[in-house]
């Protein structure tokens, strides 16, 4: 795969792979090639200056709300055929899906992702990224979009680790973190700047019922 940056892309894949499986959660620190992480950034200002973000909403079906006390980002899906660096991303994730199935056997079946942004003071409390009444979301992949992100500035995302400790993750431009959907609770600290992500999630088939 040419569009995967770093010297070894298999060996990245397979970095994911091992980690997933010994710890549940894996960061990449150059995931993504550094002129597509500007290119998405880019195309979520123009999205957002478009005014196409919308608050984002928590919980399912009939339980949809809007709640600001939650989680305080902007969100956009995202579609093949709108953008050349969004599918550019897309297909790169599909890649991952792949070696994640070959890997791990996960049988995930598609991704769906949203562009996020989080205004400064914006945040997301802690939770699980799978909803009660569905468990196809199976594995959260999380790819940071901002250039020269300062630890003073907040907005990390903390990670609950098994053993009881917790680990930040700074939203780093091209920074991706993988993580099982079930396993690991996590929450984003508010931020003195912007804080732009491409969240997403792989799937595995539905029961029919939703
Ligand atoms: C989410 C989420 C994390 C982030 O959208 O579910 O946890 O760092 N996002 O943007
Ligand atoms: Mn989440």
Redesign the pocket.
């Known amino acids: 795969m040419t569009t995967l940056s770093g010297d070894n892309p298999s060996a990245c894949l397979a970095r994911i792979i091992d980690d997933l499986a010994e710890h549940g959660w894996s960061l990449q620190p150059l995931f993504i090639p550094p002129t597509l992480t500007l290119d998405l950034a880019e195309e979520c200002h123009r999205r957002a200056a478009a005014g196409a973000l919308v608050p984002a909403s928590v919980g399912r079906g009939t339980l949809v709300v809007v709640s600001e006390g939650v989680r305080g980002d902007r969100i956009q899906w995202l579609e093949t055929g709108q953008d050349a660096a969004c599918d550019q991303y897309l297909t790169i994730m599909d890649g991952l899906r792949q070696a994640l199935n070959q890997g791990l056997y996960l049988g995930l079946e598609d991704f769906e992702s949203h562009f996020a942004l989080y205004p400064p003071g914006a945040f997301?409390l802690k939770?699980?990224?799978r909803f009660r009444d569905n468990d196809r979301r199976t594995v959260?992949v999380v790819l940071y979009l901002n250039q020269d992100w300062q630890a003073e500035q907040g907005g990390a995302l903390r990670l609950y680790l098994v053993d009881g400790e917790t680990f930040d993750v700074l939203p780093q431009a091209g920074s991706l973190l993988v993580f099982l959907s079930a396993q690991m609770p996590?929450e984003v600290l508010p931020a003195t700047r912007e804080r732009l992500s491409l969240?997403g999630w792989f799937r595995r088939r539905g029961d029919g019922l939703f």
């Open positions: 997301y939770h699980l990224d959260s996590h969240t």
